[in-house]
Each structure stands twice: as structure tokens, then as C-alpha cells.
């Protein structure tokens, strides 16, 4: 058994895809519109289905936002150095909530970005977890 993808609902396929290929280096891997259902799927993430968990976008036409709701957390992405990557985030636009440095009442580095959806996305520093 294995993790597969996390879904997040999206409110403009592009706009969500384009941030993570730009602020993350992740691949859009595969896309299909499913005109009957009204709905279009995206997959994203930095290496094939077959070996890697992604993330699901998923697009219903009809929808022109979510509410976010309150259980859920956030997308952890294992980064070399944080503040770096919070410095190239803030340079090409994005918004980062919470700037890198260690974790209360512990020492691992952490950051989080909002993605456009209000979706946020931790930042992990590579060796201090």
C-alpha cells in the first residue's frame, strides 16, 4: 500500500498549476477535461505516478470558489535550504504567511506558503527534522 495523491479543488486549473510548476518545480504529469461531468483533473508533482505520491487539482466548472474549511492542514515539501526558497518565492510574487526559521518549541525549519487558493504548503529544511 502506498499514498497515491492529495486532492485539493481548485478555482482556475491554470492559475493553480502554473504555481506549482513555478514556486516548486513540480511537472504537470497529466491533464483530462471531463466535459460531461463538468470538471477537469490535473496531476502535479516531481516524478511519475508509479513511484511518487502527487497532488490531484481538481476543476468543477461551475464552482468559482471553496470554502477552505477547517480540517484540513497542509502540502509539506522537504526543501533544501527554506529561507532561500522563501526569498525566490517572495521575488517571483508569492505570498509566503510565515517566514522560515525553526518550528515552536523546536528546531526544525519551517515556512508556509498560500498557494492561489488560500491552500497553504509547508516548507521543510532538509536535515533539521
Known amino acids: 500500500m502506498r499514498i497515491l495523491h492529495t486532492m485539493l479543488r481548485v478555482n482556475n486549473l491554470d492559475e493553480s498549476v502554473e504555481f506549482y510548476k513555478n514556486f516548486f518545480g513540480m511537472q504537470l504529469l497529466r491533464k483530462h477535461d ?13 516524478g ?6 502527487v497532488i490531484e487539482l481538481t476543476h468543477n466548472w ?3 470558489s471553496y470554502d477552505l474549511g477547517n480540517g484540513y492542514g497542509h ?4 526543501v533544501d ?13 508569492g505570498k ?4 522560515a526559521g525553526p518550528m515552536m518549541h ?9 498557494d492561489p487558493n488560500g491552500y497553504k504548503v509547508e516548507l521543510i529544511q532538509k536535515g533539521t527534522h
Open 34 to 46: 471531463f466535459p460531461e461531468g463538468k470538471f477537469s483533473l490535473a496531476f502535479i508533482g516531481y
Open 48 to 53: 511519475n505516478e508509479q513511484d511518487h505520491t
Open 62 to 64: 461551475d464552482t468559482n
Open 75 to 78: 502540502i509539506a515539501i522537504e
Open 81 to 93: 535550504d527554506a529561507y532561500q526558497v522563501c526569498e525566490e518565492i517572495k521575488s517571483k510574487g
Open 96 to 99: 509566503v504567511v510565515r517566514e
Open 106 to 114: 523546536g528546531t526544525t525549519v519551517i515556512a508556509f506558503i498560500e
